[in-house]
């Protein structure tokens, strides 16, 4: 044991992830793992006090979108200033690898609709220094990050690779195709893919309106891509199934998702939200997710601890005037110029007359439907108080909620946010996201940190858990070890990344120190930092004291540090020093 160790937290209150209640101890550090906790006499090079402050695993989000971002960019945001320190990217079926020359535009077409990056990002910041998904894990192998990720081979690459524009167009593989599939899956994993992802959901589509190459995808397909699981011996299954839009019930989704996990023996997960009209759907799911786990099968429904929806704001992608004519005559203005020329009346009523135009059928959906729509605010409140959508704040005011929402848009010189909820909010509140989460068969995930850069930052969630759910809701809290818990340890055991998510000796110093009592979330703020000078959210937070990825501090009060110690995680190989 050495006689200084690189780093001693002292007198924290330890959360050590595994669920069991915290107790004060010291942490002390050494070539990146945790080496010893309890009373810890010798010093440290560096000493963090911790004293009145909780100390927990780094956080592991499963479910983000940075398969494009880790080619160009070394810091994870908006994930790694919130206490993440491992990400699994490649998720829903999208992603850049496996990709052909001829088919980079196919897959930049893909992931501009359905996770909303730009075109001039990936066209800018992407290297396309690979073909297969083997070759793309070796163009990051010696790239560093403030935090690690690891990748799933994405199915919609895969189809286009295997073949080319009639997999764009959703034919039907044949058998050698299905072959090709299962091979990439298994080559893929055993390079280090942490599984292989995929997506039936019927809102996945291109700016055009074209469904992604995946979508209406048949079983056999699917469990072709399962095979190449079962032949690597490693791997999970991600996928959305077709059940919020009109496509299957809840026993045909589960059957699915049986036959997914029967035929790869490997776990699979897929995303459970509550949706209209579609709003018990998700007790059913539940339900027989159970009994699939009671025979041994190993399905876990990924939930988000928030309103899934969208931020609508003058200067984000969407709000309910973006494809009104009246409004697309301004839009290119500079944000000051456009809030004065919407303030003038004439304008203004010509906007409010009209509807929306787009050829695509989802993105007038997207700003047609805000009745359940909320200011908010700051700090942000994802639960507003009863009576607090647009369209009762409307009726109060006796005015539209339209009318509503173009005033409050112009609010803070245009710098105001509305949230959309789509889904985890059908009955005014959140009790059906609590009742999600709390099932012994869930996963909290689906930041998609890395996607959606101009209308949705979900990747802040793990604050969220923290402060609201274990803090500060009236009731319906849940115990800060359990929290804890659902953020490190259990969806490290979900992906196979065992050496993390652990406060133990051995295990990997990925750790926070939290100022539990003065933890604050911010409100999302738009920055203009990515290739080609394009958009993203981002989302800042009080009380992160320090963030340590592989033992070494990479955000000190919040501030990055410059410290990237971070990189890939190849899954299936294994880890230098594996908990007992």
């Known amino acids: 044991m050495p006689q200084e160790f690189d780093i001693v937290i002292r007198g924290g209150q330890v959360f050590d992830g595994s669920g069991a209640p915290p107790r004060t101890a010291d942490v002390a550090v050494h070539g990146g793992?945790?080496?010893?906790?309890?009373?810890?006499?010798?010093?440290?090079?560096?000493?963090?006090?911790?004293?009145?402050?909780?100390?927990?695993?780094?956080?592991?989000?499963?479910?983000?979108?940075?398969?494009?971002?880790?080619?160009w960019e070394h810091r994870l945001l908006?994930?790694?200033?919130?206490?993440?320190?491992?990400?699994?990217?490649?998720?829903?079926?999208?992603?850049?690898?496996?990709?052909?020359?001829?088919?980079?535009?196919?897959?930049?077409?893909?992931?501009?609709?359905?996770?909303?990056?730009?075109?001039?990002?990936?066209?800018?910041?992407?290297?396309?220094?690979?073909?297969?998904?083997?070759?793309?894990?070796?163009?990051?192998?010696?790239?560093?990050?403030?935090?690690?990720?690891?990748?799933?081979?994405?199915h919609s690459a895969i189809r286009v690779y295997v073949m080319g524009e009639r997999g764009e167009r959703r034919e039907p593989a044949t058998p050698e195709e299905l072959q090709r599939m299962t091979d990439i899956v298994r080559d893929a994993v055993r390079a280090g893919?942490?599984?292989?992802?995929?997506?039936?959901?019927?809102?996945?589509?291109?700016?055009?309106?074209?469904?992604?190459?995946?979508?209406?995808?048949?079983?056999?397909?699917?469990?072709?891509?399962?095979?190449?699981?079962?032949?690597?011996?490693?791997?999970?299954?991600?996928?959305?199934?077709?059940?919020?839009?009109?496509?299957?019930?809840?026993?045909?989704?589960?059957?699915?998702?049986?036959?997914?996990?029967?035929?790869?023996g490997r776990p699979v997960s897929y995303t459970l939200v509550q949706k209209e009209p579609y709003e018990k759907m998700y007790e059913e799911l539940l339900a027989l997710m159970r009994d699939a786990c009671a025979q041994g099968l190993p399905i876990k429904g990924q939930v988000f601890p928030r309103p899934v929806g969208l931020l609508y704001g003058l200067e984000l992608s969407v709000h309910p005037f973006r494809y009104h004519p009246s409004y697309v005559d301004i839009h290119h203005l500079p944000l000051p110029e456009r809030v004065a020329a919407m303030r003038d009346?004439?304008?203004?009523?010509?906007?409010?007359?009209?509807?929306?135009q787009h050829s695509n059928p989802l993105y007038i959906r997207l700003v047609s439907e805000y009745d359940r729509a909320f200011e908010l605010g700051d700090p942000p409140s994802y639960e507003p108080a009863p009576g607090m959508t647009l369209v009762e704040r409307a009726r109060r005011q006796g005015v539209s909620p339209a009318e509503l929402a173009y005033d409050l848009l112009l609010r803070d010189e245009g710098q105001?946010?509305?949230?959309?909820?789509?889904?985890?909010?059908?009955?005014?509140?959140?009790?059906?996201?609590r009742r999600m989460m709390v099932d012994d068969n869930t996963l909290v995930a689906l930041g998609d940190g890395g996607a959606h850069y101009g209308m949705i930052c979900d990747s802040s969630y793990p604050t969220s858990m923290l402060t609201y759910w274990t803090r500060d809701r009236a009731d319906g809290r849940v115990p800060l070890e359990w929290a804890v818990n659902r953020l490190t340890h259990r969806n490290a055991q979900a992906v196979g990344l065992h050496d993390r998510g652990l406060l133990?000796?051995?295990?990997?110093?990925?750790?926070?120190v939290i100022d539990y009592r003065n933890l604050r979330l911010?409100?999302?703020?738009?920055?203009?930092?990515?290739?080609?000078?394009?958009?993203?959210?981002?989302?800042?937070?009080?009380?992160?004291?320090?963030?340590l990825v592989d033992g070494q501090v990479t955000y000190r009060g919040g501030k990055p540090t410059g410290a990237l110690p971070g990189r890939l995680v190849r899954a299936t190989r294994p880890a230098a020093a594996a908990a007992p």
């Open 78 to 154: 908006p994930s790694s200033n919130h206490g993440v320190t491992t990400v699994v990217t490649g998720n829903c079926g999208v992603g850049f690898a496996p990709c052909k020359p001829d088919q980079h535009d196919i897959l930049v077409r893909v992931m501009e609709g359905v996770e909303d990056i730009p075109e001039i990002v990936m066209t800018t910041g992407i290297p396309w220094n690979w073909e297969t998904f083997p070759e793309y894990l070796d163009s990051l192998q010696h790239r560093r990050y403030d935090i690690d990720f690891a990748a799933h081979v994405p």
């Open 504 to 512: 133990a000796e051995g295990m990997k110093a990925d750790i926070n």
């Open 33 to 71: 793992r945790i080496a010893r906790i309890g009373e810890v006499a010798e010093t440290g090079r560096e000493q963090i006090d911790a004293r009145g402050q909780i100390v927990t695993p780094g956080f592991i989000d499963i479910h983000t979108h940075y398969d494009g971002q880790v080619t």
């Open 345 to 356: 009346p004439q304008r203004r009523s010509r906007i409010l007359s009209e509807q929306p």
């Open 193 to 264: 893919a942490v599984g292989v992802s995929s997506s039936l959901h019927l809102g996945h589509r291109t700016v055009q309106g074209d469904p992604a190459p995946t979508v209406g995808a048949a079983p056999g397909e699917l469990l072709a891509l399962a095979r190449g699981l079962k032949e690597a011996g490693a791997g999970v299954f991600q996928i959305i199934t077709d059940g919020f839009y009109g496509g299957s019930d809840a026993k045909a989704q589960m059957d699915l998702l049986r036959q997914l996990a029967q035929t790869s």
């Open 522 to 547: 911010h409100p999302p703020r738009p920055v203009y930092d990515l290739p080609g000078g394009a958009r993203r959210l981002t989302q800042a937070a009080d009380g992160y004291t320090a963030i």
């Open 416 to 433: 105001a946010l509305l949230l959309n909820p789509t889904s985890n909010f059908v009955d005014g509140n959140l009790e059906a996201a």
